[in-house]
C-alpha cells in the first residue's frame, strides 16, 4: 500500500521486513467484498459510534487504526481531522479502505509494527486481538507505539444466538475458531479508563442468521459448510423473528496500564491465555 503524502510518524524499516512471519494469520481477504454489509450494528448506530469515538477523540492528533479493515473507523476518524493511519494484513481489505478514500494504509503484522516507539497518541483495536495467537506479542506493540490510550468497542449483552451457534457446534464435534484474546476480554484483566455507553438497541436475529448462514464470521472459516447448514436450520428455527437487546460501549484504556499487562517481564513466556 501507498502513503508518501502525509509523513507525520517515522517508519521503522528493520521491523517492518519481519513482518510475514511464520506463525499462523487469518487473512479477510475472503469477506473484503461482503465485510461492511456482514458487521458491526445498524447503520444509524454505527454512525452514533463514529460520532462518539470522535467526540472522545478530541484533544487527540494521531491515531493508528490496528487491523484496520475496511477503514469502518478510519474513514469517520479522518474525515474528522485526525492524523490517522491503518495497518492490516489483508490486501483486499486494504484494498476497501483505499476506495473510501482513506490514506496512510500499510500492509502490515500487528505483532510487527512497523513505526517508532511513541508514535501516536491513540490506537483503535477493534476485533483483531482474538484473531492473533501472539495477541501480547500484538499488544506490546501497540504500546511501544503508542503513548497515550487505547480504544475498542464492546457489546454488552449477551448473545443467545451466539451462544446457541458454539453449543449446537459442539454437538457435531466443532469449536468456532478464536486464537488469541478479544479486546472486549481486556476489560477484566486491566481496568478501563473510561467506558462510554454509545447506544441501546434492538438486533435483529433474522439478519445474523443470514449472514451466519453464508459463513461469513471468521470464527466459522474452519466449519464444514454441511454442519454449519445444519446448525443455522436449528437455529433459524429457534430465533427467526426475534429481537435482542444490545448495548454499545466504547473502552478507554491508559497504554501504561495495558503496558503493566503485557511487560516483557511478565511474559518472558507467551502464553494464549
Ligand atoms: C474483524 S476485522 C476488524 C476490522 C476493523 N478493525 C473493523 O472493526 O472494522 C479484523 C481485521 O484484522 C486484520 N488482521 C488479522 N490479523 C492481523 C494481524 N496479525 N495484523 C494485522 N491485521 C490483522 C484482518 O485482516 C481484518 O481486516
Known amino acids: 500500500m501507498h502513503l508518501q503524502a502525509k509523513r507525520f510518524y517515522k517508519l521503522l524499516n528493520e521491523t517492518y521486513a519481519r513482518a510475514g512471519t ?17 458487521r458491526g450494528p445498524p447503520g444509524r ?34 474525515a474528522s481531522g485526525f492524523e490517522v493511519v491503518g495497518v492490516d494484513i489483508s490486501g483486499k481489505m486494504l484494498g476497501k479502505a483505499v476506495e473510501k478514500g482513506v490514506d496512510n494504509l500499510f500492509r502490515g503484522d500487528a505483532c510487527f509494527l512497523p ?43 449477551r448473545d443467545p444466538l451466539r451462544e446457541a451457534y458454539t453449543r449446537l457446534l459442539k454437538g457435531y464435534g466443532y469449536e468456532s475458531r478464536r486464537l488469541g484474546k478479544g479486546e472486549w476480554e481486556l476489560k477484566d484483566l486491566v481496568k478501563p479508563l473510561k467506558t462510554v455507553v454509545v447506544a441501546s438497541y434492538g438486533a435483529s436475529a433474522n439478519r445474523r442468521l443470514a449472514f451466519l448462514g453464508q459463513r461469513v464470521y471468521s470464527s466459522q472459516w474452519d466449519i464444514p459448510e454441511d454442519v454449519n ?3 443455522v436450520n436449528e437455529l433459524k428455527r429457534r430465533f427467526a423473528g ?9 473502552l478507554i ?7 503493566a499487562l503485557v511487560s516483557a517481564r511478565n511474559n518472558l513466556v507467551q502464553r494464549r491465555d
Open 229 to 231: 447448514r445444519k446448525v
Open 242 to 250: 426475534k429481537v435482542f437487546l444490545q448495548e454499545l460501549q466504547i
Open 22 to 38: 511464520s506463525e499462523m494469520r487469518v487473512s479477510f481477504d475472503s469477506v473484503a467484498q461482503v465485510y461492511d454489509k456482514t
Open 115 to 157: 513505526f517508532v516507539d511513541n508514535s501516536f497518541d491513540v490506537a483503535v483495536c477493534v476485533h483483531i486481538l482474538h484473531l492473533i495467537c501472539e495477541w501480547k506479542t500484538a499488544l506490546q506493540e501497540i504500546c511501544r507505539v503508542t503513548r497515550g490510550i487505547m480504544v475498542s468497542t464492546h457489546y454488552v449483552c
Open 45 to 78: 448506530i454505527m454512525k452514533q459510534l463514529g460520532d462518539t469515538l470522535i467526540g472522545e477523540l478530541q484533544g487527540h492528533r494521531m491515531v493508528l487504526d490496528v487491523g484496520v479493515g475496511t477503514g469502518r473507523f478510519a474513514k469517520p476518524l479522518q
Open 253 to 259: 484504556w491508559d497504554m501504561k496500564d495495558l503496558e
